[in-house]
């Protein structure tokens, strides 16, 4: 069974976010574990609820064996449980798989690699970084570091450019076809650090203040402009080459200047 910072998980410490640190067979132990406690009947909604968020459970009905196998053939884990003294079930766990963007919650968006995220981002129907609601991109922000750039597919490659740069400073890439262009996504997962918290002295009477901790903050920085337009092959030319990172701006490779007034395409 993994284990949550120094604690193994047990069903009284699951939360939302931890429970995907476990996998099918660590349900029925954590609740065989249980099953000797008390308060175990009373709280069977609430370990179920969190449970859900993470895996797929089907209570079977018809004990059978053909029905089992059936199960199993989906990638089910099949195992008993007990409610009571009385009351005993048998669950079919899977765990959920993170297939699409909507998939993507605040509780899951650690427990994924870049390259993972990529996969993702590659099925929504190729529509590029802006064609993610905000909101997912909120979520994946809270767990990754994002950059995107669109240039010509004969300049993406460049050497000492932000491709190469971005390639050997552990970032993975997603290309995304844009006509004559390429819109490249770089992805690298953030690392785990404490908030600081905000302190304030002591006043004349005595209050003093402390921010929550627990209080989410996420980095938006890509609708700053509320005026942008939408993508439109028909407008992608030089002159609306763009990049959401600052780069030395005498690197030839991504200089936005320089594309759209040297070069010729």
Do not use: C
Request: proline share 3%.
């Amino acid at each position: 069974m993994k284990e949550n910072t120094e604690n193994t998980i047990t069903l009284k410490s699951l939360t939302k976010g931890n429970v995907w640190n476990i996998q099918e067979n660590d349900i029925f132990r954590m609740w065989e574990a249980a099953e000797k406690e008390s308060e175990l009947q009373d709280n069977v909604r609430h370990y179920t609820d969190i449970l859900r968020a993470a895996f797929e459970i089907e209570e079977i009905t018809v004990d059978k064996p053909e029905v089992i196998q059936k199960y199993e053939a989906r990638g089910y884990k099949v195992g008993q449980i007990r409610i009571d003294e009385s009351t005993k079930i048998k669950w079919a766990i899977k765990k959920r798989p993170i297939v699409r963007v909507t998939d993507l919650t605040y509780e899951n968006i650690r427990h994924i690699s870049a390259a993972k995220l990529m996969e993702v981002i590659d099925r929504n129907f190729g529509g590029g970084w802006d064609s993610l609601p905000q909101s997912i991109q909120d979520i994946i922000q809270s767990g990754f570091d994002i950059s995107t750039t669109t240039l010509p597919k004969d300049r993406l490659h460049n050497p000492g450019g932000m491709y190469e740069k971005k390639i050997a400073d552990g970032f993975e890439v997603l290309e995304i076809p844009k006509g004559t262009w390429v819109e490249a996504i770089f992805a690298k997962v953030k690392p785990v650090a404490e908030k600081p918290r905000m302190k304030y002295d002591v006043d004349d009477e005595g209050d003093g203040y402390d921010d929550d901790e627990n209080a989410r903050e996420i980095d938006d920085h890509y609708n700053d402009d509320d005026d942008e337009d939408d993508y439109d092959e028909d407008k992608l030319t030089e002159e609306s080459y763009r990049t959401t990172i600052e780069e030395d701006p005498n690197d030839l490779s991504i200089d936005a200047v320089d594309v759209a007034d040297d070069d010729d395409y």
